[in-house]
């Protein structure tokens, strides 16, 4: 079983900066690319940023130049640092996993979601 939580959200004003930690723990045989998505009320989730286990990262273009996000494959956690936040940021954050098996079967897994307000 794997477990992924998800901590560091908040309100905060527009421009201000926060920074989202996801940390795994479970039954983990490898752990490929890490992302974080993000839903809206109202509309469908969406991929903010991915990071494979090489480091290797792509960004939404919506936060392209304001998101990064990094991983500790060590400690299996990854961040996402957020600057310059917008209104149009504020969604409920997922961090996802995906774990690859002895028979290198994939899955993926979703953490419970943290909730970040941005205010105009």
């Known amino acids: 079983q794997v477990q992924l939580v998800e901590s560091g959200g908040g309100l905060v004003q527009a421009g201000g900066s926060l920074t989202l930690s996801c940390t795994v723990s479970g039954s983990i045989f490898r752990i490929n690319a890490m992302g974080w998505y993000r839903q809206a009320p109202g509309k469908q989730r969406e991929l903010v940023a991915t990071i494979s286990s090489g480091g290797s990262t792509s960004y939404a273009d919506s936060v392209k130049g304001r998101f990064t996000i990094s991983r500790d494959n060590a400690k299996n956690t990854a961040s996402l640092q957020m600057n310059s936040l917008k209104p149009e940021d504020t969604a409920v954050y997922y961090c996802?996993?995906?774990?690859?098996?002895?028979?290198?079967?994939?899955?993926?897994?979703w953490g419970q979601g943290t909730q970040v307000a941005v205010s105009s």
């Open positions: 996802n996993a995906e774990r690859v098996d002895f028979w290198n079967h994939p899955s993926s897994y």
